[in-house]
């Protein structure tokens, strides 16, 4: 079992053992000559039977033999002497193993078992086992560089970089050091037999010295434990910036094929991420530097960006870039505007994106003043400063260290968080960083789209952590069989739960639906009754526009196909309902995740939604708030608004009808757990006000 105590013996060890150490092997060798420039050497004990000296040190046949508790051991053999390491690394006091041996799931299901074996002797030892297949980790502020990667940053930050992948975890703590991130923690997970990324994330939540997460995963393992990890970093207003995997099929294929795990379907993973508060990016870069913003500015209380910059040009791109993302750049207050047009050359204009001209050449102060500025407008949560900065390591005095000074002083009046941002991505090497420090510039973005981009998910990030969670709100069902249901009966369902459906008659002879139709007084659709078709129309079993002098005739036409069709069918009579004019059709439905449960799907399309694939996902319960919300989503939003003359839809109204039935589903779910599969309401008609469920079927899972 994993537990806070376990991993804070990963995170923290004091005395180290390599087995398997061997000078033929590069892991090996990178990871001792870490420890031992970090000042470990004291402390790292080389475990090889075979050899008596290896790294140029004297070696011992097992970690028993060292004589003295180990905390953290390497495991550097073959899988097939992996457990018997595990054995010695526990008599010799060791609760934290680092497996970087590969041939476990990856290879096929005889590796999954030799891991799952693994990984449950591990859990018998008392050990926290991180991997297989993994390189280690780092923890930057404690000194502690127990990673098989050369370079490991030695200056602390403020953000965790965790990566399922080992060898793209070297190119990330690169870039890291190229961007001007600091890393607090690299730690590698690679086929998270134990211990997973949410493990390490509930651990890092409270770390001080923790106040971003990026991470790098191909899936998501337990998803539970990361699922309660996230949302503590939510709350504790610690943003999670996830890179994750898998979005186009072939990387679903190639992620599978390399960490033997399922990816899942991404849709589902995308919609999870964003309930649990997650960040997620597309890039390594996105990932990093977004990350890196989101450790300097913490949550933001207000969504707005302020850009302050010497460059028109720049300030043309800002603009570009934040509508493509979404990013808000709010007109200044009147306040705002006076205040920056006293401090403005005649030929500036005060608005934002905000161009100071060439005017703060000749006056640096210029920079402080609007930055202060800008920085206290009702309306603003954090501001860009673009301007530029030196990339060559020459060791010569920066012509521009004035302007910097400046920035740095406007940063310090303002009164939300300010970024120094290039027009362009550059390395922020030491003497940059030296420049800014001298400064009192707290944070750079190398390159606008980074910087826009981030501070816009940041921005966003912020807004979804104040929403308030939406409550399981119980609905009283009458009890139903696991067992198929018929379209009345699951109307009926509907009904109980408060979703407004259709007007139907169930009939059961030809001359009840002539009643019913003449009841009706106009065209009717007919549709048949049985617990045992699922796809009515496909056989006959639908029959629309008939007129009530037909419905005779039409319903033996419809039961007569339908008992051809399907001689092994439970035929029930038929459903009347009236006609209705061609309007906005929307599916809902809610089906079960095997990892995250009932998720609540609503889509524009009816017939069509495969065709359209406009669908939004969110997890229950869902109320009507959360509705709304994933209505605005949509990609065909603006449908609802009317278009071609149709009423705008009544979107409380919607929503009040898919919150509707969600609850059903969460009610059919309290009847018959894990028995109950899925709830579809296709479609669910929007005619302004008018909002009715046309057909619903449920679904059941039964072991084989």
Not at 207 to 213: C, E, F, G, H, T
Not at 423 to 450: A, D, F, I, K, M
Not at 489 to 507: E, M, N, T, Y
Request: hydrophobic share 50%; aromatic share 4%; proline share 6%.
């Amino acid at each position: 079992m994993v537990t806070p105590a376990s991993v804070d013996a990963l995170l923290n060890p004091r005395t180290f053992a390599l087995i398997g150490a061997s000078d033929k092997s590069t892991f090996s060798t990178l990871l001792h000559q870490n420890l031992v420039a970090a000042g470990h050497e004291e402390h790292t004990f080389l475990v090889n039977p075979r050899r008596t000296e290896v790294h140029g040190r004297t070696t011992y046949p097992s970690c028993v033999a060292v004589g003295r508790t180990i905390d953290l051991v390497h495991v550097m053999v073959p899988a097939a002497a992996a457990a018997d390491a595990l054995r010695d690394a526990a008599a010799a006091g060791a609760r934290a193993a680092v497996v970087l041996s590969s041939g476990w799931s990856e290879t096929g299901p005889e590796g999954r078992a030799r891991q799952d074996e693994l990984a449950a002797l591990a859990g018998e030892l008392g050990i926290a086992m991180l991997g297989p297949n993994v390189l280690g980790l780092v923890n930057v502020a404690a000194g502690i560089p127990a990673m098989a990667l050369s370079d490991p940053p030695t200056e602390p930050g403020p953000v965790a970089l965790i990566s399922q992948s080992g060898a793209s975890c070297g190119a990330m703590k690169e870039f890291a050091a190229m961007a001007g991130v600091g890393l607090s923690h690299v730690l590698t997970v690679g086929n998270e037999a134990m211990v997973t990324v949410g493990h390490l994330v509930d651990a890092l939540v409270d770390d001080p010295q923790v106040r971003a997460l990026a991470i790098f995963m191909e899936s998501i393992k337990q998803p539970e434990v990361f699922a309660a990890a996230a949302r503590r970093a939510a709350d504790a207003g610690k943003a999670v910036v996830v890179l994750k995997a898998g979005r186009s099929e072939l990387a679903a294929r190639a992620a599978a094929s390399h960490t033997g795990a399922l990816v899942g379907d991404d849709r589902v993973v995308d919609a999870m991420l964003a309930d649990l508060g997650v960040v997620r990016v597309d890039t390594v870069e996105e990932m990093l530097v977004t990350a890196g913003i989101a450790a300097h500015t913490g949550p933001l209380a207000r969504a707005g960006i302020g850009v302050v910059s010497i460059s028109g040009g720049a300030c043309d791109i800002v603009a570009d870039l934040a509508e493509a993302v979404g990013g808000e750049l709010p007109e200044l207050s009147a306040a705002t505007t006076a205040a920056l047009q006293e401090r403005m050359p005649d030929f500036g204009h005060a608005h934002n994106p905000l161009d100071i001209t060439g005017a703060a050449i000749i006056d640096p102060t210029l920079w402080t003043d609007s930055i202060a500025a800008v920085g206290t407008d009702p309306s603003v949560g954090a501001v860009l400063a673009i301007n530029s900065l030196p990339w060559r390591e020459d060791g010569r005095p920066f012509y521009g260290q004035k302007y910097v000074d400046a920035i740095g002083a406007g940063a310090a009046q303002a009164g939300v968080p300010v970024l120094y941002v290039t027009q362009t991505s550059q390395p922020v090497g030491p003497q940059t960083r030296e420049v800014l420090r001298s400064g009192g510039v707290g944070h750079v973005v190398p390159g606008l789209r980074l910087a826009v981009d981030g501070v816009a998910r940041i921005a966003a990030w912020s807004a979804r952590r104040e929403l308030p969670r939406p409550e399981a709100t119980a609905v009283a069902i009458p009890a139903v069989a696991a067992e198929p249901l018929s379209e009345a009966a699951a109307r009926d369902l509907l009904v109980a739960a408060g979703v407004p459906v259709v007007p139907s008659w169930h009939v059961r002879s030809a001359d009840e639906a002539a009643k019913a139709a003449a009841e009706c007084g106009s065209a009717v659709a007919l549709k048949i009754v049985s617990p045992d078709i699922g796809h009515k129309s496909d056989i006959g079993g639908v029959r629309l526009g008939v007129e009530p002098g037909a419905a005779a005739a039409t319903y033996d036409e419809v039961v007569a196909a339908c008992a051809a069709a399907r001689p092994d069918a439970r035929l029930d009579g038929v459903l009347v309902s009236p006609m209705r004019a061609p309007a906005t059709e929307l599916l809902v439905g809610v089906t079960r995740d095997p990892d995250w449960g009932l998720l609540l799907a609503v889509g524009f399309g009816g017939v069509l939604v495969e065709v359209l694939d406009d669908v939004v996902l969110a997890p229950l319960p869902a109320d009507e708030a959360t509705v709304l919300r994933m209505l605005a989503r949509l990609r065909g939003t603006a449908l609802l608004d009317g278009v071609r003359g149709r009423p705008t839809a009544d979107r409380e109204a919607v929503a009040a009808a898919v919150a509707g039935i969600g609850r059903l589903a969460a009610a059919l779910a309290e009847q018959h757990g894990d028995a109950f599969d899925a709830l579809e309401v296709n479609p669910l008609r929007v005619d302004g006000t008018a909002v009715e469920a046309l057909d619903a079927l449920v679904t059941w899972r039964h072991d084989d």
